[in-house]
């Protein structure tokens, strides 16, 4: 995947974050293993919902992928089968011991005899290593600091631990600014433009605004809300755009690109100047269609 793809791929991460879709937003950190969101495994992991645990991990490293990632299953693992021991739930014990233990023991036999030993105990903290076992949660908090350890150390997390500084709504600006270039081209823009579609090219006419309605036929298309792509008003796209051209196409692109609104998103930090010149491995990320004019010539 190249560069930008994957920055796109962040950029997303972010929006859905923002706008609260937490079980997508979790799934594609997932799916695209960009990112493994640390207080999400966390919180995860003090819950003690060890389905979700697995399932997310798996999503980045599997057992046999090397030293750390098997010991990050076994503590789990073993963390899981101590509670069920805990509770008196020796049927789930078992079946922890047998579904998910047991394959640890072509790896170390003499550990999985020693797991095996503690099924019968009345207190599992009759073993001299377990005598210190707390209550659940203060060995869950035990259990997140080693992991988090053997997260840092594994080279397949290397570079997944950490989130790109952004500012945020950064994709927000980004279609924001987009409309904006798109206004400027137009052959006679309109002070008042009329936006009320992101799936195609905005085009101002002299007579109604935006030439292509937003389609309503479709029933899986809900209405572009107004939330939000700055500097727009929460309520409606239908408002003035923030640059207002007074040359035409023809005029300078400079002052749009410093001038941009301060209150679209407060600054989270910053990932470092991007050129605006496409490179060879972007030319195919910014391409884009030609939308005809009926008022002059095609525009790129």
Known sequence: MTSLSRELVFLILQF???EKYKDT???LEQESMFFFNMKYFEDQVQAGE???VERYLSGFTKVEDNCYSMKLFFEIRKQKYLEALDKQDREKALEI???DLKVFSSFNEELFKQITQLLPLDNFRENAQLSKYGDTKSARNILLLELKKL????PMFSDKLQFPALKAARLRTLINQSLNWQHQLCKNPRPNPDIKTLFIDHTCTPSNGCRV????SNPLMGDIKGAAFPPFTPHSLNQPLPFQPTGGPASSLAGWMTNTNPAAAHAAGSAGPVSLA???NAVAFLKRPRTPSSNGPTID
């Open 213 to 216: 309605p937003m389609p309503s």
């Open 25 to 27: 937003v979790h799934k």
């Open 50 to 52: 060890w389905e979700e």
């Open 151 to 154: 997260l840092e150390a594994n």
């Open 278 to 280: 496409p490179t060879p």
């Open 16 to 18: 859905l974050d923002e």
């Open 97 to 99: 011991l047998v579904k």
